[in-house]
């Protein structure tokens, strides 16, 4: 087995990690189960967020084991290098059999957030909804000025807490980021995921301009990358004669 234990939580977790197969095993809280797993785990009265990642065939055990950093290891790195934009990361454990890599699995402190982004996208009535969206265009863009790139800025993966009259945003499944000096078209391009109407994303993209010094043509840019992702999305939906949405 391969692990690393934040320093902050090596005393108190070490044995939790260890021993993470029978812990996730027997618990039953999952909050999302697909391709890969999330279950909620109390350890020593500190509520954790466990992600399994599915066992890679073959091949890409192979790659994972030789050539590329396994996704908890990645997704505890790059937890480590964004900092307060994402839930306090614990570790990540990955676990062997004959040599190849198996079974994975990172841990994170829960963040107990209200809502995700989704919510306020897709009800017109939300409360405050244009606020949370203004509020959210600022956040992005304090990512962007950190270089900080999510290659899955999409509705399900930006929680948000409301605290008073303001929001406290976070990220996650972090684990494909880009870290790099972000141009404006890659600026732009960060929103393309969120599924938004041109009209949220103009509410967004405006706000942004606000507080960032950009070309005229930036709301624009933002829609036309939305429409690109949509457009590619429902063309793949079409080939597995799936229905379709904007």
């Known amino acids: 087995m391969k692990y690393k234990l934040n320093p902050s939580f090596e005393n108190e977790f070490k044995d939790f990690l260890l021993h993470m ?13 697909a391709r890969n797993e999330l279950k909620i785990i109390s350890y020593k009265e500190i509520q954790t967020v466990v992600k399994s990642f599915k066992i890679p065939n073959f091949f890409r055990r192979i790659f994972y084991t030789c050539f590329r950093d396994s996704k908890a290891k990645k997704s505890y790195d790059n937890s480590i290098k964004v900092g307060n934009f994402a839930p306090e990361p614990i570790g990540y454990i990955e676990f062997y059999r004959q040599g190849l890599l198996a079974e994975s699995y990172f841990v994170a402190k829960k963040f107990d957030y209200d809502f995700t982004i989704r919510e306020p996208l897709l009800d017109k009535n939300f409360p405050k909804r244009e606020k949370i969206l203004k509020a959210f265009a600022r956040f992005s ?6 270089g900080i ?9 930006i929680l948000i807490k409301q605290e008073a009259e303001n929001y406290i945003f976070k990220i996650v499944d972090v684990n494909r980021m880009d870290f790099c000096s972000l141009n404006e078209n890659k600026r732009a391009k960060s929103f393309a995921k969120l599924w938004a109407s041109n009209a949220d994303l103009q509410i967004i993209a405006q706000e942004y301009m606000q507080h960032h010094k950009v070309k005229e043509d930036f709301v624009q840019k933002v829609i036309e990358y939305s429409v690109q992702n949509k457009r590619r999305k429902n063309f793949k939906k079409r080939l597995k004669g799936k229905e379709i949405d904007w």
Do not use: C, E, T
Request: glycine residues 4%.
């Open 21 to 33: 197969q029978k812990y996730f095993r027997d618990n039953k809280n999952s909050i999302h189960k």
């Open 141 to 146: 863009l304090q990512l962007h000025n950190a």
């Open 149 to 157: 790139f999510h290659n899955d800025y999409s509705p399900g993966n």
